[in-house]
């Protein structure tokens, strides 16, 4: 009944049987797409002390908001296969679980910041509208809010790229390094070529992947390329050119760096989990007064 559900599209619910590979599967998944979203927090967040007007500050301070939620949301779907939430945080400071590699890339500019927005949630949006239809119910239910959100976080990311480049030379060089930085961090995001995919083949099997790496990042390309224009800047792959069939031939990343980010040695990296991990103690005193208050609501419900 499983095999027959999820290969005709359905979903799958809590509480219906499931294979153990696939509950593995969908909650290493999910909570890595979590720690994706509130470590990402990180690099923008920096940002919003500096951000250049009120306006900009107001957007962006938004924006890493609605990231915290993309994790709760993604927190709370992985709770429902049963994977503790304490658990997963551990996965993340201990470094056990992966996150986004992106995000351990630096933002030197608020160039950065809009680049990110336009390529980075980009690349997201083209991950995670398909996995708005993935067999598992909370997961997929819990995308079609965060993908609302990406849309108008890329957005974002694509009106300040289009301020900085009707600015000044300086300005417009700006947007132009940006997008020199943060062009191949956006193709990592898609995670290793299909033949070097470990997890595709079951993934797609399951209807938990809808696409596979290579055709998302494809499509990613395709889409990128065409924005590039209309803002005036250059790809930093010389080899990126418009087929005749509509689509883009592009150089993929460079798989030694995405191997050795893979193995949490990405330049961020060590600062990314000692910043997440000094929040959560900076954190404790609001969980135990939480606690303390439960435990005080449910001993005067026990007492009447
Ligand atoms: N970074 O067999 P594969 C955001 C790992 S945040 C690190 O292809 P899979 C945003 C992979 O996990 C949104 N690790 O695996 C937030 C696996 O490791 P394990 C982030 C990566 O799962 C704030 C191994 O490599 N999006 O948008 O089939 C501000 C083999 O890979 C990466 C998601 O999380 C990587 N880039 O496919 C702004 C989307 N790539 O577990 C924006 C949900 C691969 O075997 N996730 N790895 O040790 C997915 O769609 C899939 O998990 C992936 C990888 C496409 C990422």
Known sequence: MFEEIVQTGGQIEPSDWMPDKYRASLSRQIAQHAHSEIIGMQPEGAWITRAPSLRRKAILLAKVQDEAGHGLYLYGAAETLGTDRAEMLEGLHSGRHKYAMSFDYGMPTWGDVAAMGWLGDGAAIVNQVPLARCSYGPYARAMVRVCKEESFHQRQGFEAMQALVAGTPQQRQMAQDALDRWWWPALMLFGPPDDASPRTADSMRWGIKRYTNDELRQRFVDMAAA???????????????????????????????????LRGEGPYATQRRDHRRAAHQDGAWVREAMQAYDDRVVAAREAS
């Open 227 to 261: 924005q590039a224009d209309v803002l005036g800047l250059t790809i930093p792959d010389p080899a990126l050119r418009l087929r005749e069939d509509g689509h883009c031939d592009f150089t993929l990343m460079d798989l030694e760096e995405f191997t050795a980010n």
